[in-house]
């Protein structure tokens, strides 16, 4: 026999337990799935110092541990297990777990959240969290006045630059093509800031480093062969997301990039019933804070679905 729910929340992270906070204080007994990364992509960060009520700031294990642990304190029931398939044609939805468990769902809240585009060096597995980031508005604030390097050539890759070119003594924009393919504006943002040195036509061969500095250094290569080595504290992709949208196409409407459209400023998807909240709906901000408060405005719409 299928398990029935009103409210199925498909993925953690700041979006999905704040989702689960407000809809289980709403009695609405909501089932979160916690999928392949519990917790979200805060979990391999290492400290948070930009989310409100925590001064000194903390952990992100930490702190998707204390949100967790308030869902829980008002009944919402937090499971380990992957959703594997769902059917959206109809209503209840219907929702395969782990390949095997069927539930029906009479809602459902969306919070896959997105995974940043990694290079795939060894290395760089290796020093995430120590030096290896994705986003430069967490964690660029840790490298005040030390060298830093930027790997990509779009808008994202600019912007990042720029913003730790503000705080950071020097920054390379390490760039695999011979031009930047962001827009005009942000390229003159790039070359009128002096702390910023682009290295065009060059990839990233290694991230350096040891387990006790964590990242020191990155060996790029240019097109021509050649090879140099800089000094660096800190490494930042920002090459682009992919959002975790695979078990919704054709089911939901996504946008060019994979992100799932929402009627904003509602968390309303195109199918009635479906919200979705956090980065898999957010190719901007992608903050942590950004992503609790679309939680909580997936769990208002929702609680109001079900009570018409």
């Known amino acids: 026999m299928k398990e029935q729910v009103r409210v199925l929340i498909i993925g953690s992270g700041p979006a999905g337990y704040t989702a689960a906070i407000y809809t289980s204080r709403a009695n609405l007994q909501p089932v979160l799935y916690e999928g392949i990364e519990p917790g979200g992509q805060l979990t391999t960060t290492t400290e948070v110092e930009n989310f409100p009520g925590y001064p000194e700031g903390v952990d992100g294990n930490q702190m998707m541990a204390d949100i967790r642990k308030q869902a829980q304190r008002f009944g919402a029931d937090i499971r380990a297990g992957i959703i594997t398939s769902v059917d959206l044609s109809q209503r209840p939805f219907r929702v395969v777990v782990d390949g095997s468990h069927e539930i029906e769902a009479e809602s459902l809240i969306v919070s896959t959240g997105a995974s940043a585009k990694y290079l795939g060096l060894p290395s760089e597995t290796k020093f995430r969290g120590q030096g290896v980031s994705a986003c430069a508005t967490c964690d660029g604030f840790f490298y005040r006045k030390k060298e830093v390097a930027v790997v990509g050539g779009g808008d994202t890759a600019c912007e990042e630059a720029t913003y730790l070119a503000s705080l950071c003594k020097k920054v390379y924009l390490i ?16 070359f009128s800031t002096p702390n910023i040195e682009v290295l065009f036509e060059h990839n990233t061969v290694e991230v350096l480093g040891d387990d006790l500095k964590g990242v020191t250094g990155a060996l790029l290569r240019k097109t021509d062969g050649t090879e140099r080595t800089i000094d660096i504290s800190g490494f930042f992709l920002a090459i682009g997301h992919h959002p975790n949208t695979e078990l919704f196409k054709g089911q939901l409407e996504l946008d060019e990039e994979g992100y799932i459209k929402v009627a904003a400023p509602s968390s309303k998807t195109s ?4 919200f979705a909240a956090g980065d898999v709906k957010d190719p901007h901000y992608r903050q942590a804070i950004t992503a609790a408060a679309s939680g909580c405005v997936a769990a208002l719409d929702c609680e109001r679905f079900l009570l018409k």
């Open 175 to 190: 760039v695999r093509k011979p031009f930047l393919r962001a827009s005009k504006a942000m390229q003159e943002r790039v």
């Open 271 to 274: 199918v009635e019933g479906v």
